[in-house]
């Protein structure tokens, strides 16, 4: 019904930048709330932001806050995740997911990998 196709991921070095795209399709992008989570090797998956279906709900969590943002183009059905000043410890990979009703993020991209090294 609905599909997540991350995308951006790479290899970059200590402060660098990058920009991952989350491209939905099969229905409008304002239908869902927005997700980014990553999952370190041999680590849970986690929380790193959040958009609400109206987007006025735009929310890094506080360790990221300030490196990370979140952002949305509807005319392209494309989520952002913009990463700046990367560490080491962001290494991970990345996945969007996608909020319809409120019941949780049920709908999830395959992963972008995001490897931050010196």
């Known amino acids: 019904q609905v599909q997540l196709v991350e995308s951006g991921g790479g290899l970059v070095q200590p402060g660098d930048s990058l920009r991952l795209s989350c491209v939905v399709s099969?229905?409008?992008?304002?239908?869902?709330?927005m997700g980014w989570f990553r999952q370190a090797p041999g680590k849970e998956r986690k929380f790193v932001g959040g958009?609400?279906?109206?987007?006025?709900?735009?929310l890094v969590t506080e360790s990221l806050r300030g490196r990370f943002n979140i952002s949305r183009d509807t005319d392209k059905n494309t989520v952002y995740l913009q990463m700046n000043n990367l560490k080491p410890e962001d290494t991970a990979i990345y996945f969007c997911?996608?909020?319809?009703?409120?019941?949780?993020?049920?709908?999830w991209g395959q992963g972008t990998q995001v490897t931050v090294s010196s």
């Open positions: 958009l609400s279906r109206s987007a006025i709900y735009n």
């Open positions: 099969g229905r409008p992008i304002g239908d869902y709330a």
């Open positions: 997911a996608a909020d319809r009703d409120g019941e949780g993020y049920k709908f």
